[in-house]
C-alpha cells in the first residue's frame, strides 16, 4: 500500500488524539487557565495556518499547545475543524465565523527570538520593518514583549553601538517612551509616572510636547533620542 502525505497526516492527527484522550478530564481547566476564548471568530487561513481536526475545542486548544509556534488557534463547532496559526506571534487576524471560537494563549513565548541580540536580563529584536509608534507597540507585544525600554547608561551604550553595527539607512528606531502628560520629558510606558532613570536625548530634544510624543533613536543624530511624531513610519526595537 502506498502512503501518501496526507495519509501521514491523517495518522498523525489521529495518534495525537488517542494521546491526548487519556487525560480528557483536564481539559476544559486547561482551556480556562492558558487561553482567552472569543466567541463567533475564526483564525483567517494563511500560509501559517494548518487545518486539523478535533474533537471538541478543548482539543483543538491542546494541539496548539503542542505546536511549539502556535499561539492562536480557532474551533468550529460545526464542521471540528480546528485552524492552528504558527506564525509565531500572537497577532494572527481572527475574522467574524458563527459557531467558531478563536484561543488566544495567555502567556505566549516566542519559540526562539531570531536574530535576537540578549544584554543583560533582556533580549531584543530590532525590526526595520517600518510601523507607527503605535503599530510598533502592538507589534511587540504580540511577539510577547514590549518596546525596548532603556534604563541604565550600559543599556544604552550596548543598544547604540548595535545599531551602529547594522547601519541600514533607517532614519531611526522607536522605544518604548511616550510624553503621558504632554511637558518637557517623555516616561518610559511602564512607568508612565515616573522620572526616566537614564536618558540620552540629542541638544534640544525633546521639543515638541504636543506634536511629538513618542521616543525615537534618531540615526543622524549617533541614535541619541528625539521625541517624534507618533505617526511616522520607522523602525523599532522590542525588548523581551
Ligand atoms: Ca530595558
Ligand atoms: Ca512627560
Ligand atoms: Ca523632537
Known sequence: MMITDSDCLRM??????TVLCFS???????TEVIFTVHSEESVLSSQYTDDVYAESLSMCALMCLLQEKCCVASFSDETSMCRLDKSE???????????????????YYPPACT???????STYKIIEVTATWSEAMNNCSCFGGNLAEIETE???EFITNELFTRNTGVFGY???GYNFNKDSDLEWISNPNERMPYFNFAPNEPNQPDSERC??????FNFEWVDGNCHWISAYI???
Do not use: D, P
Open 154 to 156: 550600559a543599556e544604552s
Open 238 to 240: 522590542c525588548e523581551f
Open 174 to 176: 522607536w522605544l518604548g
Open 24 to 30: 480528557s478530564s483536564h481539559f476544559s481547566e486547561l
Open 215 to 220: 521616543l525615537m533613536a534618531f540615526t543622524n
Open 89 to 107: 506571534n500572537c497577532c494572527a487576524v481572527t475574522i467574524l465565523a458563527v459557531g467558531s471560537r478563536a484561543l488566544k494563549q495567555n502567556k
Open 12 to 17: 498523525y492527527v489521529v495518534m495525537t488524539v
Open 115 to 121: 536574530k535576537c541580540v540578549s544584554f543583560g536580563m
